[in-house]
T-cell receptor
């Protein structure tokens, strides 16, 4: 069984639609992250959460929002999707006791038309 | 200057070759250094993890960190076609709130030809 799962795995949507990407983990980690990956730009941090009551903006948070529903669940929302949000989105987790070891989910491929 | 520089390749080698992948960085606060392997359409998979300077070996893989030169390397011995993937270096300062955030290189695409 996968330790970090993401749903959906693929999504095609239209400009202006609201989209939610969900992430859940069974690793027992307290920290969760959302990254996006674009060709030529690498992985960039959107939001991160060190516990349920702690949400922080990353490098590229504009146009995104997140919700940490429980220690094991972290969702990413695009309130009004635009084409330049087409990318591969990864959820990731880490444990505060293991100094930066970050584990990634399988990714969601999002296409905004 | 970007915080982490990594040659994107592509790098193509014959099976059995020794592969050397490298990253340079500018932030002297980085203490934790990771290498991730990413197969096409998959999530990055943690391959090697090193704290501070030195070498770490795991099977055919060796990670080296030279903090004085701000330079890290990943060596793959006896490369196999299954090693064909994109390799991402990542690093973090690792202390204080927020400092476990990773800074990634853009990845080097490796192809091992049978």
């Amino acid at each position: 069984d996968a330790d970090v799962t993401q749903t959906p795995r693929n999504r095609i949507t239209k400009t202006g639609k609201r989209i939610m990407l969900e992430c859940s983990q069974t690793k027992g980690h307290d920290r969760m992250y959302w990254y996006r990956q674009d060709p030529g730009l690498g992985l960039r941090l959107i939001y991160y959460s060190f516990d349920v009551k702690d949400i922080n903006k990353g490098e590229i948070s504009d146009g995104y929002s997140v919700s940490r529903q429980a220690q094991a669940k972290f969702s990413l929302s695009l309130e009004s999707a635009i084409p330049n949000q087409t990318a591969l989105y990864f959820c990731a987790t880490s444990d505060r006791r293991t100094s930066g070891l970050v584990f990634f989910g399988p990714g969601t491929r999002l296409t905004v038309l | 200057q970007k915080e982490v520089e990594q040659d994107p390749g592509p790098l193509s080698v014959p099976e059995g070759a020794i592969v050397s992948l490298n990253c340079t960085y500018s932030n002297s606060a980085f203490q934790y250094f990771m290498w991730y392997r990413q197969y096409s359409r998959k999530g990055p998979e943690l391959l090697m993890y090193t704290y501070s300077s030195g070498n770490k070996e795991d099977g055919r893989f060796t990670a080296q960190v030279d903090k004085s030169s701000k330079y890290i390397s990943l060596f793959i011995r006896d490369s196999q076609p299954s090693d064909s993937a994109t390799y991402l270096c990542a690093m973090s300062a690792g202390s204080g709130a927020g400092s476990y955030q990773l800074t990634f290189g853009k990845g080097t695409k490796l192809s091992v030809i049978p």
